[in-house]
Structure formats: C-alpha cells, structure tokens
C-alpha cells in the first residue's frame, strides 16, 4: 500500500500544461515511482488510465473554450489535436454525442474542478494506529470499491479484528451513535476500539475511527447469482426489516432529518436524465418520465418513512455462512421511505452482475421483497411503488455518476442497468401480486 504522495502536485501540472505534450514517464519521474508503477496508481486512485485522463481534461477545457464563443478549429489545435476530426471522434467516444449536441442540451459546459481522493501511505495508517492500544504491525490492507477495481482510500482493515475509516465528520460520528444505540438493543455493530487517552476517534485534520470488526463477510458474486439466488435475496429481505425495526427503535436518539425522495428526484435527477437520454440516446420514451411524476406523485406520500440504512449494498451486509450477521455502514443513514433499504440492495447488486446476470436478477429481487414482505410486511402502495423506487435509485445514481468525471464507467454501468429496469417494469410491479 504505497500512494503518491504528491499526487494532487502531478494532477495540477496536468492542468497547467494541457496545451503542451505530457507523457506518463514524466509524470512518473515527478511522483518519484517507475512509470508502470505510477500509471498503475494513478488508475486504481482516480479510475482512469492516465492518457485516458489527460484525454477526458483536453476535451473538457477545448469544449468550455468552444462553448464561450472561440473558433473551433483553433481550440482543437490549441489542445493538441491534429484534425477537428481527431477531436470529434474522441468526443463521441467520450460524451456519445457531436459537440453541437451537447451544448444544445446543456447550453454550457462548465469544467469541473478534479476531486482528489486523500491518500495515505502505509507509514502514515501505521502512525495513526499509534493512538490505540492493539498489537503493532498488524496487517493493513486497502478495502477495495466498484468490484475490487478501485481503493476505496478512506476504509482499511487491521488484521483480522478491526476496521480503521476515515471521512466526513458528521458522518462518521453518525455511524457511532447509530452503531452504539443499536448495540443496546443487541443487534451486531462495529463498535469504536477507545483510543490510549479514552477517546472514541482521533480528531487531527482529519477525523479518524478504528471499531471492531462484525462476524461475517460480503457474500460472494457467485453465491448471490447462484442457484440459491432466490434464498439469500430472502436472507437480505428478512435481516434488513429486522434492521429496520431496530432502527426504528433508536430513531429519536440520533434525530436526523427527513430527506424528499421524490422531490429530490423531480427537481435534480430526473431532469439530468432526460438530458442524459438525449445525449447517449438512450432510447426511453418520454410516457415514463411523465408516469413517473404523476403516479409516483400519489403514491409517495403514504409510503412509511423511517431511519434508514441508506447505502445497504451487498458489500455492507455481512453474511455468517448462509445467514446475515450484521450490517455495517451509517455514514449515510437518514429518514426516508423504508423502501430504498429494500430496493437499494436488489439495485447494489445489480450493480456488479454480468450480462447473463442480468437475466438471473428479477429472482433475487423476488426473494428480497417477499422477505421482507414476510418480516416487516410491506403496505400496499409500497407494493405498488417498488418499481417506481427503484427508477429513482437508478436516476439518482446516473446524475451523480455523470456529474463525477472519476465515476464515468459507474455512469455509463447505471444507465444500463435503468434501461433494463424499465424494460422489466411489468414483471417488477407483478412480483408482489
């Protein structure tokens, strides 16, 4: 576990030289690693390749240029294309429209400032341990995000009994009162490990919390697409509505607000998507986001609302053989409809299937609803809102993926996977029949 240290150094002489040549030897040289070992970094940091992502930056500021009144064909040049053409094809390749498109649907084009994730070398995780009294030199070890393909740079595990995260404040210190308040009712939680002068995190200029590990691990791809695809999607159903009746229990300990899933996504995401459905032709008819407001209007709400997990992906609910064992996670935890727990699980993964996958997916979403159906017994407009939840989850992803140029792929995976969704809507909205 060895970062660059002076990456954001290497990404802002990126930005000052745009117009010039640059090549990963001498990025490489400037971050002080071997070129195979810097350009393998630099993807699994900013998940990209680092042509891909001078490429995507040249193409941004060259379209920003465009936008605001500059001669095409003299930008392109500036910016090291040989042919308008050259820059054309990288666009389509890039954006799945012509330039012209583009801003004819967004009218500007505003270049994003790079989002930098923290790293931390292994000297500075082992430094930082030094607060707690547990066995040095423990291993350490990245916990990777997207399907192992890229560090998650804020979760580490610490041999085989703990978990260090850093983060967001507010989050973090969240996650330890739900996780305490939850313990009280004896339901399995990561627990912080208490610091050498008694303290539940260390607060340098980042705000750092070792906890104890839960029993348990992430259930493997293979066993969730696996011939008993329909019984874990019961497990996953059942543990998240005896979750949700824990976390029912504790809500007015934590005192969080309420968050407007349907206005959210009829003020922000939904009008992305439509633009994003011009731009990559999607293909979806316009009757479905106009079904979407006026059905989903009604049904919203009189759908129970609640603390909530927020972000139950399978990769935060640990299973103990073939039962749950816990949940981990509550960075994100707010009050909402119960139904994103429900649907946000099917959709996480969905997430990380394969083409044939696919085909498999509708059964686990089956044994997930009828779980939970069973455990905490789902109303009747929650039945018939699970499909409209899901588009929402789905739209949401595809705006904020979109918006990040390190989640481009993960845009591009969740357009897909609403595609899809919508094309199941009539089998999704029969599966609680």
């Known amino acids: 576990m060895q970062y660059p240290k002076n990456l954001k150094t290497v990404l802002e002489y990126i930005e000052r030289n745009l117009k010039t040549d640059i090549t990963a030897e001498e990025l490489a040289r400037m971050a002080n690693y071997s070129t195979f070992h810097f350009c393998r970094l630099f993807s699994s940091i900013m998940g990209s390749s680092v042509s891909g992502y001078i490429l995507k930056r040249r193409l941004d500021h060259a379209l920003s240029e465009i936008a605001c009144g500059r001669k095409a064909m003299d930008v392109v040049l500036e910016y090291g294309f040989d042919t308008y053409a050259g820059f054309y094809k990288a666009f389509v390749r890039m954006y799945g429209c012509s330039p012209k498109k583009y801003l004819r649907i967004y009218k500007e084009h505003k270049v994003n400032k790079t989002e930098v994730v923290s790293v931390y070398s292994e000297k500075d995780i082992r430094s930082i341990l030094e607060h707690w009294d547990i066995e040095k030199n423990l291993p350490v070890k990245d916990i990777y995000i997207m399907d192992g393909a890229k560090v998650s740079g804020n979760v580490w595990t610490v041999g085989n009994d703990y978990i260090l995260k850093t983060g967001k404040r507010e989050a973090l210190i969240k996650n330890l009162r739900i996780a305490k308040e939850l313990h009280k009712l004896g339901f399995s939680s990561s627990l912080p490990v208490l610091t050498k002068d008694g303290k539940e995190y260390v607060d340098n200029e980042e705000i750092f919390v070792l906890t104890h590990g839960i029993k348990g691990s992430p259930l493997p791809k293979s066993e969730r697409f696996g011939e008993n695809r329909y019984a874990f999607g019961l497990e996953y159903g059942k543990s998240i509505a005896k979750l949700h009746k824990a976390l029912k229990a504790v809500q007015k300990e934590v005192s969080l607000d309420e968050t407007d899933l349907y206005r959210h996504v009829t003020n922000w995401a939904l009008p992305n998507v439509k633009k994003q459905n011009i731009q990559w032709s999607m293909g979806i008819d316009e009757s479905f986001f106009d079904d979407y407001v006026n059905r989903f209007g009604v049904l919203f709400e009189k759908l129970p609302k609640q603390l909530i997990h927020r972000d139950p992906n399978p990769g935060n609910i640990l299973f103990d053989k073939d039962r749950v ?66 588009c929402s989850i789905q739209m949401i992803c595809v705006a904020y993926f979109e918006s990040k140029d390190i989640y481009k792929e993960l845009a591009k995976t969740n357009r897909k996977m609403l595609m899809y969704i919508i094309n199941k809507k009539d089998e999704i909205s029969s599966m609680l029949n």
């Open 325 to 390: 064992s816990g949940f981990i996670d509550f960075d994100l935890s707010e009050i909402n409809i119960r139904l994103w727990d429900v649907c946000y699980c099917a959709t996480g993964i969905l997430s990380e299937g394969s083409d044939e996958a696919y085909e498999k997916w509708p059964e686990i979403l089956k044994g997930i609803l009828h779980g939970y159906d069973q455990e905490g017994k789902l109303t009747k407009e929650e039945k018939q809102s699970v499909f409209y939840v899901i």
